[in-house]
């Protein structure tokens, strides 16, 4: 392999650290704990454990989380007055709820419902618009995550030429958006790719700096990448493996193996952009607290 294997978890561990403190202090200054409420409706097993993954994040760097647990067959109406309940606690002061819905239930209007200042995913119309405008906002997680693995890897994305693979609203079209403006972490040149566009490996081989989320394995494989390139691997799927002990692995989008022989740098899966998703919400959970309590912007 001749990649730099980029460590998500040591810069995550690093920035959980630093929010702890940041909790500390502000608790010191304010008498105010920095709280999220958590809202999981359903028992889809991924989602199960992605939110418990960051309740227990939360509590190790001492924030409170306030968790609502749903049933599958949950009303709009409820959720919504879920949500009404948490814009209006001032104890809480960011507001998660955890991606899919089950079905039945309207996505779009649930987020809008988030009131904008509690929005530490970053996900609401308001967040969003004020993203592309260069406001001040919340980034949305994983997007940011990738930014700073990016500044870790000591990958320079002035100038360079960055191929998103992937338009979700949550990773690709935010992350692309981001990386295009005219900012330190940003000003490179974006291609932005998806299941339309033929001949992926035309535009990824072209890539100095190459993100993939497309939630399918396998869709970037050695030949596709530029020799030397910076390779950030957002995709999680659970790959059927009968000698794995739960059955499945987690694999990213890219052929790890493969593409470490070309690229000059790469995020495993897992231990990648996974880690620093939920350091980011921790930051953002602060920052939501820090200006609710008046000291921050
Ligand atoms: P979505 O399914 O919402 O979007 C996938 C995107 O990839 C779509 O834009 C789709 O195109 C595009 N796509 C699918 N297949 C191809 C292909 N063969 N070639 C080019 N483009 C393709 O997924 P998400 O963005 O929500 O998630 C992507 C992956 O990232 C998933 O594995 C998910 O689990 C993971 N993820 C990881 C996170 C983390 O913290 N590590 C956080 C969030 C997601 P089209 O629009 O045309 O359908």
Known sequence: MSATVIDGKALAAETRERVRAGVGALRARTGVTPGLGVVLVGEDPASVSYVTAKERALAEAGMRSVDVRLPEGTGQEELLAVIARLNADPEVHGILVQLPLPRGLDTDAVIAAIAPEKDVDGFTPVNVGRMILGQPCFLPCTPHGVLRLLERAGARTRGAHAV????SAIVGRPLA?????????????????????????????????????????GTVTAEMVKPGATVIDVGVNRVP???????????GDCDFEG???VAGAITPVPGGVGPMTIA????????????????AE
Do not use: W
């Open 280 to 295: 980011m919400l921790l930051e953002n959970t602060l920052r939501a607290a820090e200006r609710a309590a008046g000291v």
């Open 259 to 261: 593409v470490a022989q």
């Open 177 to 217: 958006n981001l990386l295009s403006r005219k900012a330190p972490d940003g000003d490179a040149t974006v291609t932005f790719c998806h299941s339309a566009t033929p001949d992926l490996g035309r535009f990824t081989r072209q890539a100095d700096i190459l993100v993939v989320a497309t939630g399918r394995p």
């Open 241 to 251: 493996d009968a000698s794995a002990r739960r059955g499945y692995r987690l694999r």
């Open 164 to 167: 998103v693979v992937g338009r």
